[in-house]
């Protein structure tokens, strides 16, 4: 609908272009319009992808606080400062980092349990190669 008004606008001002002989008001009304326009534009668009960000983080958080081996920490992060969240990230890389090492791909950690899940993994597959049956992961 608001494209169709603004066609309807923009063909009004073109067939009074002849009337008016194209004079400088005549532009000056289409460019003081479109230049209103766009400056409310900009609000309105930011507003909608706030919502949008706001709805995006509160699912993330449920999916956080229904998982059983999420970190809760991850909830409510937007509201860390620049210097946290890239403890955050760091964090996070030496996750990737020791799942690329890990051979099985099914295996997921979250930070709080990462090192203590590769430590026992690294022990059952030593205690496996030194003979020991026994033991599964």
Do not use: C
């Not at 090492?101 to 997921?108: K, N, Q, R, V």
Request: proline share 1%.
């Amino acid at each position: 609908m608001a494209f169709g008004v603004a066609l309807t606008i923009i063909v009004v001002w073109g067939v009074t272009g002849p009337i008016f002989k194209y004079s400088d008001t005549w532009q000056l009304v289409i460019n003081t319009g479109t230049t209103i326009v766009t400056f409310l534009m900009v609000f309105l668009i930011q507003k909608s992808q706030n919502k949008d960000s706001k709805a995006i983080q509160l699912k993330l958080n449920e999916l956080i606080a229904a998982s059983r081996f999420a970190s809760n920490r991850m909830v409510d992060i937007e509201d860390l400062s620049e210097a946290e969240l890239d403890v955050l990230r760091k964090f996070y890389q030496k996750l990737a980092d020791m799942a690329e090492a890990d051979t099985d791909i099914h295996t997921s950690h979250s930070i709080d349990v990462a090192q203590r899940l590769h430590k026992h993994k690294k022990s059952v597959r030593m205690g496996i190669s030194a003979g020991d049956t026994g033991s599964q992961e």
